[in-house]
């Protein structure tokens, strides 16, 4: 029987491990697999970049998924079709507490489903929360590392440039982002593990928001902090697959 290949992602049984780390940036793909052993590109199209490697000889894969829940459940139906089980986002947020700063690191307990695709598999009623299990692997990594981190839960946007957060800010959201309420619904749904670690790239609450700037400018997600804190959440979630591996 040949290999079938998934349309959108471009891979087949045997080309992903069954811990997945997910980024909206291509770009970060690539990161993440210099932090793995034997890591090879498998595939590419359509923005969507996969790789493989393996750390201590547990094989884990990393894959793009874009901006946005439409382009992320793409992914994470496709992954789950060719054997992944356990998914953990790498990726960015903006704070909605004053008290969290650029660079921080978010591990998220559940999403606010303010995004229209999770809709689309079941009603606004069901929860989108992260596996227990992944939560609790990311904070314990977090914490042997030596890494501060804010847990709790995230608003998921689909419109970056409208809306007001005020709200979920009042009722204890940390912060908001673009990407968690597809994955950890669509992970509920089919049995699967999910979680979310999230770089903090600009605070909503105090007024300072990822924009405009000038060339060169260090602003953002190119923030020298928020750099070192994607460098230090892809070690964290890379320590919390070795525990995974464990339970």
């Avoid at 924009?211 to 804190?229: H, M, N, S």
Wanted: glycine share 10%.
């Amino acid at each position: 029987m040949k290999k079938r290949i998934q349309p959108h992602i471009m891979c087949g049984v045997g080309d992903v491990a069954k811990y997945v780390l997910l980024s909206g940036d291509p770009k970060r793909v690539e990161n993440i697999a210099s932090f793995l052993d034997k890591a090879r590109k498998v595939a590419e199209y359509r923005g969507f970049v996969t790789c493989t490697g393996n750390v201590n000889g547990i094989e884990i894969s990393a894959c793009s998924t874009g901006v946005g829940c439409p382009s992320a459940a793409i992914v994470v139906e496709e992954l789950a079709r060719i054997g992944a089980q356990t998914f953990i986002r790498i990726g960015t947020t903006g704070a909605l507490q004053s008290e969290i700063d650029a660079g921080d690191i978010i591990i998220a307990t559940a999403a606010v489903r303010s995004d229209g695709t999770s809709k689309i598999y079941v009603p606004a009623e069901y929860p989108a929360v992260a596996d227990f299990s992944v939560v609790s692997s990311l904070a314990e990594a977090a914490k042997k590392l030596g890494v501060k981190v804010h847990i709790g839960k995230v608003v998921t946007t689909d419109a970056f440039y409208a809306g007001s957060y005020d709200i979920w800010g009042k009722a204890g959201a940390l912060s908001v982002e673009m990407e968690c309420s597809a994955i950890f619904t669509i992970a509920g749904i089919k049995g699967l593990r999910a979680g979310a670690i999230l770089a903090v790239d600009g605070n909503l609450a105090t007024g300072i928001k990822k924009g405009e700037f000038e060339p060169g400018e260090k602003t953002g997600e190119l923030d020298g902090r928020v750099q070192k804190a994607i460098e230090r959440e892809i070690k964290i979630a890379i320590d919390a697959v070795k525990i995974l591996e464990k339970v």
